[in-house]
């Protein structure tokens, strides 16, 4: 197999150019082939390509395949669903009309790599449209609240990254202009200021270049591909924020990889372009704010989507539909049928048009504008082209067939008023605490369950953190330049300390030990976690840092993964540290005393200390019935445990008062039972458990 563009087996793009050809790979020209698709694999081997197309997830799959194979493979590969479209080469091309009649995906029969050239860019921007990431607000009926609030946060994942992304740029922007006014006090001395910036940047205080880290990962990714490095080398040069829409509606490889990214939620790929998407954000806020519409306006899309989706859509009725990409649409109805019609004979796919209704708004979090005038195709196919910005969310009015056999999905654009939605962001922002590091991404990815994405991206954070508090000679080169500055009096405008600047890299790093202690924990990965936690509290311990909760909330943590492990006196160990610290702390968060007090109740339940273990659990869901709904699942796990504690304090100790003890027991436990209907599933561990002992409770009772 010869792999072209495959360098660092990160698939960045969404399609790959898999050819099948019994001769030496050598003879095998690609260049053409690469304007249009990076990643091309050739083999020799029929067995060997179709593992490899099997194994693929994310990506779809073109097929290039030479006739002496074609014809003996062909009923093997066909139902491949990574495969989207074959082409046949062959010297004969009209003597195989027979055999490849069978099967759909069949592209074509061609003499030469040339023709195949045309067809293939077709069916790109054909199945390029189709991409889009849909999510729908969960109904809440029958779900699991957790694991509805979960579904919640996916469902916003594309508004939150964008909120994180805009407030990091806006962050950065104000220190730029601090310092950039002082570039002008410095003009008479522009070496002095060019050392002064660069040091500023090596400790994180000034934004590195993003720009500039966005094209050199470009060109590591496209290393051997001249024609994708030449339009790499233009960005480079030309681009500024104002010509965000031009370069994004040009057919390059931003287009592909920024909507690659959002489609697969890849945050190392979305970091990397985070300048660029909130400058094409930006953009089209600009142009929205400067439309005088004031009438509602209809757009049309059309595309293909596949029966599962469909099905989706079809039970979405009255719900929100929040749309992860940036949406291209057209005034023009006929155009987006002409996106619609091809996919009306695609096996596994149906022909979708959406009407979207827009009613103008002064205010607005997810712009809309007409882009004709700033597309790089203006004149031609961008003429009436209007495009949303990323996590764009609508309400599905309608799902109904037409006559020709194509689905039509009506929907209206939601505003900021929408109460439903209102809710819904509000609640979100409040529980992530969205703040304006990169931290923040970890925590996101961290509640959408990507437990491998957040370890990744957070130890990259953590690398980042220690390399600018370990640079030596930074520190060094910084106490020079500082005493320059104190000498000019600029220090007061920085506002800069050396010692608070590390205590506050070192607090970071800390909580990244806490969120990387979190995701293992999460994983099961119980040594990981200690080892996380345990590292937090020393680096507390040798820097001096006063962090209380943190502190207590890390001794909790550990008491927790002890728990698990079944170690309960390392547990109570730790539970204790934690406890002393909280009781000393006047402004603890009563909901973080009630979790602690349920923690400590229930490991008391595990070491028969049932009288200690009650008064904790007790304490526990007070706290929690004053400032939680009483349907609510944590109000529910509180009256599960200390039902729980009640019953094996009566059953063991078997006094005069036990049937009132057990009625007591018993309203506890079915307090609980009627929650959990409300609120978890009836496979839930929590559900099953109370169930099995409510049933063994109602034994005991005379």
């Keep these: 197999m010869v792999e072209q563009g495959d360098n660092v087996n990160h698939y960045i793009e969404n399609f790959i150019v898999c050819w ?116 729908f607000l969960p109904t809440g009926e029958g779900n699991d609240v957790r694991e509805k609030n979960q579904q ?36 008479f001395n522009p070496t002095f200021y060019a050392e002064f910036e660069d040091l500023m940047r090596s400790l994180g205080y000034l934004p590195v270049d993003e720009t500039q880290t966005f094209v050199e990962f470009c060109k590591q990714h496209y290393y051997d591909n001249q024609y994708q490095l030449n339009l790499i080398s233009e960005f480079e040069k030309n681009y500024n924020p104002s010509q965000s829409i031009w370069w994004y509606t040009r057919p390059t490889f931003l287009y592909e990889m920024l909507n690659k ?64 990409n940036f949406l291209s649409t057209s005034i023009d109805k006929e155009v987006a049928l002409g996106f619609a019609f091809p996919h009306l004979d695609r096996p596994g796919y149906k022909a979708i048009l959406f009407e979207i209704s827009v009613y103008p708004t002064e205010t607005t979090n997810s712009p809309y504008a007409d882009i004709s ?48 939605l209102k809710e819904v962001t509000k609640n ?27 370890e990744y991206f957070l130890q990259l954070r953590l690398k980042e953190a220690f390399m600018r508090v370990n640079d030596k000679l930074c520190r060094e080169r910084l106490e020079k330049v500082v005493n320059s500055l104190k000498l000019l009096g600029f220090i007061p405008e920085l506002d800069f300390d050396y010692k608070e600047w590390c205590n506050k890299q070192y607090r970071y790093i800390a909580m990244l030990y806490s ?21 937090l509290l020393k680096l507390l311990k040798n820097q001096s840092l006063t962090e209380n909760r943190l502190e207590a909330m890390t001794y909790q943590n550990i008491g927790g993964v002890y728990l698990d492990q079944k170690r309960l006196d390392d547990a109570m160990m730790n539970f204790e540290r934690a406890q002393k610290i909280l009781e000393n702390d006047s402004d603890v968060e009563p909901l973080r005393l009630a979790y602690f007090y349920y923690d400590i109740g229930s490991l008391l339940i595990h070491t028969i200390q049932l009288d200690q273990s009650l008064l904790y659990l007790e304490k526990s869901l007070q706290i929690r019935l004053n400032y939680l709904p009483w349907i609510h699942p944590n109000v529910g796990l509180s009256h599960d445990m200390v039902g729980k504690a009640i019953m094996l304090l009566a059953f063991i100790k078997r006094t005069d008062d036990d049937q ?43």
């Design 261 to 324: 990214a959002l489609r697969t939620q890849d945050i190392n790929v979305l970091y990397s372009m985070r300048f660029f998407l909130v400058d094409l954000h930006n953009k089209l806020m600009e142009l929205h704010n400067k439309s005088s519409r004031c009438s509602p306006l209809i757009v049309y899309r059309g595309q293909g989507v596949s029966n599962e989706e469909l099905e989706k859509l079809k039970k979405s009725c009255g719900r929100l539909l929040s749309i992860g």
């Design 152 to 187: 919640e946060v996916v469902f916003m994942y594309s508004q939150l990254l964008k909120e994180i992304f805009i407030r990091m740029k806006n962050e950065q922007d104000v220190k730029k202009k601090i310092f950039h006014a002082i570039s002008i006090q410095f003009s």
């Design 515 to 535: 969120d990387l202690g979190h995701v293992f924990h999460k994983k099961y990965d119980h040594d990981n976690a200690l080892f996380y936690y345990n590292k």
């Design 20 to 135: 099948l050809e019994p001769t030496a790979c050598e003879t095998v020209n690609t260049d053409n082939l690469r304007h249009i698709i990076n990643l091309v694999k050739i083999f020799t081997s029929p067995d060997e390509c179709i593992d490899y197309i099997t194994d693929i997830r994310d990506e779809n799959i073109f097929l290039l395949i030479r006739d002496s194979l074609a014809k003996q493979i062909l009923s093997d590969i066909c139902d491949i669903d990574q495969i989207k479209s074959i082409y046949i080469l062959s010297e004969k091309e009209t003597m195989h009309t027979e055999w490849t009649k069978g099967s759909k995906k069949i592209g074509g029969v061609f003499g030469c790599i040339d023709e195949i050239y045309l067809q293939l860019k077709s069916d790109v921007q054909k199945l390029a449209n189709n991409l889009i990431d849909m999510s």
């Design 373 to 420: 005038k700033e597309s790089y195709l203006q004149g031609t196919m961008s003429e009436n082209e209007v495009l949303f910005s990323m996590g764009s969310v609508f309400r599905i009015q309608l799902v109904n067939q037409l006559n020709n056999g194509m689905w039509k999905v009506t929907m209206t654009m939601t505003n900021d008023e929408d109460r439903e």
């Design 660 to 702: 009132q003890m057990f009625q007591k027991a018993l309203y506890h436990l079915e307090t609980a039972s009627y929650i959990f209907q409300k609120c978890l599933l009836p496979s839930n561990e929590e559900v099953l458990s109370n169930r099995k002992h409510l049933d063994f409770l109602k034994t005991l009772i005379k």
């Design 428 to 454: 979100k922002l409040e529980e992530l605490n969205i703040e304006t590091n990169s931290r923040s991404i970890g925590l996101l990815l961290l509640e959408t369950q990507n437990f491998d994405k957040a």
